[in-house]
């Protein structure tokens, strides 16, 4: 199934609570070939209400720290963990986490992204590790199943302490460099 087919399949999930309480499912937006894919934890208010991930305050500094690294963000592809809103802008409960699951594996697989920044405590367990701690994995690349992850606080996190920005902009720097990388390789094997 490719993306377009699995938005247009994601309003009819009933597989949690969450869906009864939001006004949409968010699945992701951006480049669907793109080789980096960025995943956030849950949707606000205003992501439920605008249909895209990463839309309101949170997403408007993920969007400065990204052009500061050389990214535009139609460039990559953003999702979250879960695809509804949870009820206050809570963390997602492990049920719902689980629930979808699937969705975000499919897209994954459609993606098929060479590195995927975990924005939070919440994408880096779930993608990373059960139990990994944000703190000390917090820009380190881990590598897994042919995926080079890169976790990293999650931009709400950073309107809360902005003391954490130049971490985050420091994790930010050793992406764009990673990537350059990978491409500049890419294009040596195609001659």
Not at 103 to 117: H, S, T
Not at 122 to 133: D, K, Q
Request: one cysteine or more.
């Amino acid at each position: 199934m490719d993306l377009k087919g699995l938005k247009a399949k994601s309003p009819a999930c009933r597989g949690c609570s969450l869906r009864p309480g939001t006004r949409q499912v968010v699945s992701g937006s951006g480049n669907p070939g793109a080789g980096l894919m960025l995943v956030g934890e849950g949707l606000g208010a205003r992501e439920d209400r605008v249909g895209r991930p990463f839309a309101g305050a949170a997403g408007q500094l993920l969007g400065r720290l990204l052009k500061a690294a050389g990214f535009r963000r139609e460039e990559v592809y953003i999702t979250n963990i879960v695809k509804c809103r949870p009820p206050g802008n809570r963390m997602p409960e492990p049920a719902e986490v689980e629930a979808c699951r699937p969705l975000l594996d499919a897209a994954i697989d459609f993606v098929r992204p060479q590195i995927i920044v975990c924005l939070g405590a919440l994408a880096t367990r779930t993608l990373v590790a059960p139990g990994a701690s944000i703190t000390r994995l917090r820009g380190r690349w881990i590598e897994k199943d042919g995926i080079r992850y890169l976790p990293t606080f999650h931009p709400a996190a950073l309107l809360r302490d902005g003391g954490k920005i130049p971490l985050v902009e420091e994790d930010f720097r050793k992406l764009r460099a990673a990537y350059q990388a990978l491409h500049t390789k890419q294009l040596a094997l195609t001659f």
